[in-house]
């Protein structure tokens, strides 16, 4: 079977760093995706990890260890916009994505 | 340009209608999906299409039928509507399915309301 488990809610300042971290149990595994979702809308792709390591894509950076089945989405200088939920999903061969129940983030001034 | 949309974007119905809900992607992906998501806002793969041809479903009641057309549309008609199906529908695209590594592009979502 598949488990993916990430924090329900954050909070944190603007201008902080912030770190979103998700642990997945699948079998068959083909990479990792991390979505952003803002009230009301439709998620939207922020990044894809296959290889253990760190991607970084200007103030969002995610990274991926397969061997011990756990990702992070870190993102810097944070701003009231960042101010969604963020959505780790499994990727596995052969089926469709595998979406974890998302963490709510909110940014305060 | 929408790359993918839905209509309606909010359908408002009783129980024990029938309702359809379109999608049609202008990517030229060849893979479709819908996805369903609950008040809890956890995202749950219902269907996924390969040029037309039915390639995941997953353990969705037989009240829920999906269509395509071609490969630019899918379209996901529900009988004999329940007030649990109130939930948000996304549909959504990839470039291909089975190297399972393509990024998916979300249309705007249906919001349903059963009464």
């Known amino acids: 079977g598949q488990n993916i488990d990430q924090p329900t809610e954050m909070t944190a300042t603007e201008g902080a760093i912030v770190q979103i971290n998700c642990t997945y149990q699948?079998?068959?595994?083909?990479?990792l995706f991390w979505y952003q979702q803002h009230a009301g809308e439709a998620p939207t792709f922020l990044s894809y990890?296959?290889?253990?390591g760190l991607e970084e894509k200007g103030r969002f950076s995610s990274f991926l260890s397969r061997s011990k089945g756990y990702s992070y989405l870190l993102l810097k200088e944070l701003q009231m916009k960042d101010s969604a939920s963020y959505l780790c999903?499994?990727?596995?061969?052969?089926?469709?994505?595998?979406f974890g129940k998302g963490t709510t983030l909110s940014v305060s001034s | 340009d929408t790359a993918v949309s839905q209509t309606p974007k909010y359908l408002v119905t009783q129980m024990g209608n029938d309702k359809s809900i379109k999608c049609e992607q202008n990517?030229?992906?060849?893979?479709m999906y819908w996805y369903k998501q609950d008040s809890k806002k956890f995202l749950k793969i219902m269907f996924s299409?390969?040029?037309?041809?039915?390639?995941i479903n997953e353990t969705v009641p037989n009240r829920f039928s999906p269509k395509s057309p071609d490969k630019a549309h899918l379209n996901l008609h529900i009988n004999s509507l329940e007030l649990g199906d109130s939930a948000v529908y996304f549909c959504?695209?990839?470039?291909?399915?089975?190297?399972?590594?393509?990024?998916?592009?979300f249309g705007p979502g249906t919001r349903l309301l059963v009464l």
């Open positions: 959504a695209s990839s470039q291909e399915f089975q190297r399972g590594r393509e990024t998916q592009y």
């Open positions: 990890n296959v290889l253990d």
């Open positions: 990517l030229g992906h060849d893979t």
């Open positions: 699948t079998s068959g595994f083909n990479g």
């Open positions: 299409y390969n040029n037309k041809e039915l390639i």
């Open positions: 999903a499994v990727s596995q061969a052969g089926t469709a994505l595998i």
